[in-house]
């Protein structure tokens, strides 16, 4: 008996989610020693923030073609790609002897991230598009997770030596690269392997009683040729189905998609609602986001917060809340303070935001739809920000910093969410690379704050916080809009009567006759036709005219029409055309049996 059973497409969600898991390990090692590695090799504070910029820059280029590379070679060359790469740039970075040869490492290191945008473009390949938003909150939820343990251990590695988080980052950059041989698959392989295992099951049970025991008898070939129609027919039934759901997404995909589908083979930076949410939306969401790594390691470095003490010819920074300079050395115990500190906080921020993205996010986004929930999390992770202004010790900093977790929470599993939900079919890498592509553009500008930092604190710290409330102000705006644009095109069309069809719409019978018998009139006083139609092939003429040059109705409606036929003969004082109008209609329309309103006519 079975304890647990996974399928082959959990066993490859779960396969990528590894690899993103020991991708992101080996990330989060390092970032609690960045401030205290660049110091020892001789580079003044304000310059950490050139580490992230170098390192995001790169990324972002990385990522302008790594969804092409990702569509072409394919998903599982791509994860190899990015581990080799990874991997030589933590080794690399661990080895430099200066602070211009970290920068060079931590350059390749971002021209090879691409595993986080394939993992989410890998998940939206093998899973239906109900159920991506929340397989991307689990991917979302386990880089959280591993942003709580990675700094954490990543301090505890830095008691033993600055260097050694480098080189454990290494060993899991080489991880990935096994998991990824060993376990993973392209997403067609996978999902051909899942098809073959439903016509394998269903050759069977598919199958009438009569056809199972045939087939036990020997014919297995007839009974799974019949499995296999059946399987067809149900899979053929299952992407109809699955086109209707399409339509289902904030709540629908339609109405995310402003209530019209993507066009097939539409570039991700020519639709405008992939590039405001999930590039607008992640670039501000991102600056703030970079702030939390640059700027608050610079405000640890307070007295106020016991970290690093104040001594004798020691100049702070920025004046209040401002940091040490290059001159003001930390000691080695300082240094190993500050770092496991860093990680502790930093871990703090992961694991509340790890939560809020398994339990809150989805409940949320159920409630309100993903751009809201992206707002919503904005106005909460800015105005949190804010309020580092007047945080000058621990006890203040960690009610803080769970309000922002809480959050981002929110808002950072939105974008990828709502990129991957809008994609045209073939293109999920390109699209959800746009996630990747501003997420590391913000990190690029962001990690400028320290350089703002330094001569204005208080304002670094306003700019980073006053963004996001502005990415939460637009995210909303844009939401409404798109709700109204779809509200007002489900507004269902009154379908027109036969009369409006026939008369045009707003205007009455009576007056349709009244126009109708101007214009003729005027038209035959033109072309000087009234003497003509007072001849008996005159009368004929016009007679015809009525009955064949009128706008045509249903047949339904056509002895309405003969009748208001015969009413403007009288009107016009030509009752003998009325009666011969009664014998006439029947030879015009032999097929008509039942009695027409026109007196006469049966």
Known sequence: MKLLHINKLQLAVLSVMLIVAIDMFGITFVIPVFATFSKELGAPMRLLGVLYSVYSGAAFLSSLVFGVISDWLGRRNTFLMAGVGAFAAFVGSGCAQTFPELIVWRGIAGLFTGTIGCAYAYISDVTPPADRPRYF????????????????????????GIRVPFYAAA??????????????????????????????????????????????????????????????????????????????????KASAAGGKPVEEGVSPWLNPKAMIVGGLGTFFNGITYTGIAVLVPLLLMNPSFGIVAEKNGRRLEGGGGGGVDAGAAMT???????????????????????????????????????????????????????CLV????????????????????????????????????????????????????????????????????????????FITIFNSVMLFCFDMYLKCTVAKEEVPIKEKTDLEKFFGEGKSEQLFWDDLHKDVAAHLRTNNYAKALQTSKGQQAIKELMLKGLPHLPETSFDDRMEAVYNIYLSLGHEDWANELAGYVPALHKHLHSELGVPGAT
């Open 171 to 252: 060993v899991c950059a080489g991880l990935g690269l096994l998991t990824t041989f060993f376990f993973v698959h392209e997403p067609k392989t996978i999902l051909d392997e899942i098809e073959k295992d439903k016509v394998s099951s269903s050759a069977y049970t598919a199958l009438p009683q009569s056809d199972a025991e045939s087939a036990k008898n020997g014919g297995v070939e007839t009974a799974k040729t019949g499995a296999i129609e059946l399987v067809e027919k149900e899979k053929k039934t299952g992407e109809e189905e699955e086109d209707k759901n399409k339509n289902k997404a904030e709540p629908s």
């Open 390 to 465: 007047v945080c000058d010790t621990i006890g203040k900093l960690i009610p803080i910093y769970i309000a922002m977790a809480i959050g981002n929470a929110l808002s950072r599993p939105a974008f990828p969410a709502f990129l991957g939900l809008i994609a045209p079919k073939g293109r999920n890498a390109s699209y959800v690379s746009i996630n990747s592509s501003f997420s590391n553009m913000a990190m690029m500008i962001g990690a400028q704050l320290t350089l703002l930092y330094i001569p204005y604190p208080k304002g670094a710290f306003f700019l980073a916080g």
């Open 332 to 386: 080695p115990e300082e240094s190993r303070k500050l770092s496991l500190t860093i990680g502790y906080i930093l871990g703090l921020f992961g694991l509340v935001q790890a939560i809020g993205m398994i339990f809150l996010f989805p409940r949320v986004n159920k409630l309100v739809g993903l751009i809201s929930t992206a707002s919503i999390g904005g106005a909460i992770f800015g105005v949190s920000f804010l």
């Open 137 to 160: 909150s689990y991917v979302s939820a386990l880089m959280s997770t591993c942003f709580v343990v990675g700094p954490l251990i990543g301090g505890g590695f830095a008691v033993f």
